[in-house]
């Protein structure tokens, strides 16, 4: 069993940056793909980065490409969201996620593991 523990989030002006983290605990998920979706209101949940288990791949959304960063550190069980430059459209409760395998996927079921989601509010 893996419980995942979202923080970091808030609100944040246009332009702005915030860095999310997610805590694993329970037992270790080195070996388990994560990713960060996102879910805006009026909308349904949306694929936002995935990295493998080693870090040795990562996957963004086109609509997150070159603005946020997703790493992993096995050695304290977590997994970060770098958001650079964001905007009012990236407004949104995002939520990490665990796979049960190493490598990453881009679809949430994916992902078997589920945060409780951490608010995201970007003012223009």
């Known amino acids: 069993q893996v419980q995942l523990v979202e923080s970091g989030g808030g609100l944040v002006q246009a332009g702005g940056s915030l860095r999310l983290s997610c805590a694993g605990s329970?037992?270790?998920?080195?070996?388990?793909?994560m990713g960060w979706f996102r879910q805006a209101p009026g909308k349904e949940r949306e694929f936002v980065a995935a990295?493998?288990?080693?870090?040795?791949?990562?996957y963004y959304a086109n609509s997150v490409k070159g603005r946020f960063t997703i790493s992993r550190d096995n050695a304290k069980n977590t997994v970060y969201l770098r958001t650079n430059n964001v905007k009012p459209e990236d407004t949104a409760v995002y939520y990490c996620?665990?796979?049960?395998?190493?490598?990453?996927?881009?679809?949430?079921?994916?992902?078997?593991?589920w945060g409780q989601g951490t608010q995201v509010t970007v003012s223009s």
């Open positions: 996620a665990a796979r049960t395998v190493t490598a990453l996927g881009t679809n949430e079921n994916e992902y078997y593991y």
């Open positions: 329970g037992r270790t998920f080195s070996g388990h793909a």
């Open positions: 990295i493998s288990w080693s870090a040795s791949n990562t």
